[in-house]
DNA sequence: TTGTAGGCGTTATCAA
DNA sequence: TTGATAACGCCTACAA
């Protein structure tokens, strides 16, 4: 491997004077700058990260967790964050799994930004509690070191209800997600004091934000001699999908006999005939966000917690 | 930071015994190992991972290099990786992006999976010849640090013509990928030599992979007043997707008037109607075989280039 | 069985 | 403007 130590031995210069020439300080002449440059690059001198890193106390590296790497719902929210920290020179490296989650006590990272139910709050807590800077996607954390970035739930699950009962819904079936999950639960609540507060009766079905749980749910709903049309708020699309496909098994059509809003606006939502009616945000306004709270977390500057607002989205499964 | 500095101290041992409790050395009685790893888990000790890598010169963690993060296409692919590399020890990280291939020769990563025609072939050819250990999923390179698990694209697009030829189809449609890309060469050229075999004439038809791609080539396809059916073998499934997109917008219906077989069966094409026939193959094994590979080659055992199989899957979108 | 000390490759503080 | 040198936190001969 080469090091500054060989550069300076062909550059008959000592180390410090190759290091500061390597880093742009003004204490070198330009002249041996340049030629120190220029042995570098032929020696093709690529700087040790582990060695930078022990002197500096820092990686300019942000983690980002997820849960898995399932769907495409992540594209562009990945890409958002790489953007946002991409302007403040910050690499990103993703990452899942128990065993990664080492890395930021061991300051392999800078920050992180965690999207992932699958990690507990009492870890995230507890490194923040370490010094660590931590910006949460997924629930809401009270200490210095944790920001967040959340979704408007509350609104989304408000504009859906708001379209079901403009279309005359006699009853909703709340297609939920995980009960200890922080998006599905403000989307229930948010759900439910809606209908309550315009009198609508309402059933919660239990569901997990998986395309199986949304079928079974549907397998479920036209099983109990139903009155038509079903009104569906799933709370994700992939639920929805779930719905669409057992429903395609039977002769009931989407957006007749069943009526169904999803929520998330993915891809294979506005794919599938007819549209499905859904719930959307920029997921890449989502990144770029987290990626500005997470920086200027680490740079100590004050940061105020931000939340991304929804749109609905017509289709042809509702109406 | 608590280190084993403090660890020692504590306890009242030396910095060299505390290293040794705490990575299992024999050297210590088995009774100031417990003391010590409890003094470490009472001060929430973690060792920095800079310094440690500093000294042993290697980090265990491997890293994937995709070209970007969409499509639900990874998700199973980096299942596979993650799932590989955890039986032998090692972590996972994702990366996308120019400046994080300075992970490989800042020796930030043991080692590289490749994915990502974006990544220059000169390049790995650079990281290898320092002896940096690479697996490419996508080209063909000759080093011996270099190794590759490929798709086998000819066994897959002879699966597809065999089909089409069976199908009583008088003319085919290559929808092709990006010129320079391996997989889609490879494709053609295989596909070529079988329609060339049994006198089948074919026409080329440029695309990019994308999905929009597919969309222009099937609407320039139904402007030149065609004779049906129109036969597509489309070199992946997003751009067959991008057919179904148009198709949809005409009279013309899929499965009859145009027929046409994929390649990956994706998600979105098993959920289309018709299911869209294509052709197949375990990314999940891919992600495993690779890790196994880049972890055999770091180790420096014997490794052998292996090849992922594929199959062939029926939808309506063909007969 | 435990302690001492040198070194991993950089950076940064002093002197020169 | 440069050079010698001490950290950074951990590992590991070698010595005790």
Redesign the pocket.
């Known amino acids: ?1 080469v ?3 060989d550069i300076a031995q062909k550059a ?6 190759v ?2 020439a ?2 742009g300080s003004p ?3 330009e002249e ?1 700058r340049a030629r120190i440059q220029a042995i570098a690059n032929e020696l093709n ?4 990260m ?3 890193t ?4 820092q990686t300019n590296i942000i983690g980002v967790y997820l849960a898995d790497y399932a769907g495409s719902f992540y594209g562009e929210l990945l890409d958002g964050i790489k953007k946002g920290l991409e302007l403040f020179g910050y690499e990103m490296i993703v990452c899942s799994g128990k065993k990664s989650h080492l890395f930021i006590p061991e300051r392999m990272v800078d920050g992180a930004i965690i999207l992932d139910w699958t990690f507990p709050a009492k870890e995230i807590e507890q490194y923040a509690q370490r010094g660590h800077q931590i910006v949460v996607l997924d629930r809401v954390l009270s200490h210095e070191n944790i920001h967040q970035v959340l979704l408007d739930n509350k609104g989304g699950a408000a504009l859906a209800i708001d379209r079901l009962i403009a279309g005359q819904s006699q009853k909703v079936f709340l297609l939920a997600g995980p009960e200890k999950g922080y998006d599905s639960r403000e989307r229930l609540e948010a759900s439910t004091k809606e209908l309550t507060r315009f009198g609508i009766p309402y059933e919660v079905i239990p569901g997990d934000f998986t395309e199986p749980s949304g079928y079974r749910a549907a397998k479920q709903l036209l099983a109990n001699d139903p009155q038509f049309p079903i009104d569906i708020f799933a709370f994700n699309d992939e639920m929805a999908i779930g719905v669409y496909k057992y429903v395609r098994e039977t002769d009931y059509r989407i957006g007749k006999e069943i009526r169904i809003i999803g929520f998330d606006n993915t891809e294979l939502g506005a794919f599938v005939q007819p549209r499905l009616a859904t719930i959307s945000y920029s997921k890449h306004r989502w990144g770029m966000v987290a990626a500005e709270k997470i920086v200027q977390s680490i740079q100590g500057e004050p940061v105020a917690d931000e939340h991304i607002y929804t749109t609905f989205v017509d289709g042809g499964s509702f109406i």
Request: aromatic share 6%.
């Open positions: 491997m090091g500054i130590k008959g210069v000592s180390i410090s004077t290091s500061y390597l880093n204490k070198v002449t041996t001198y690529v700087p040790n582990a060695a930078r022990l002197k500096r106390r």
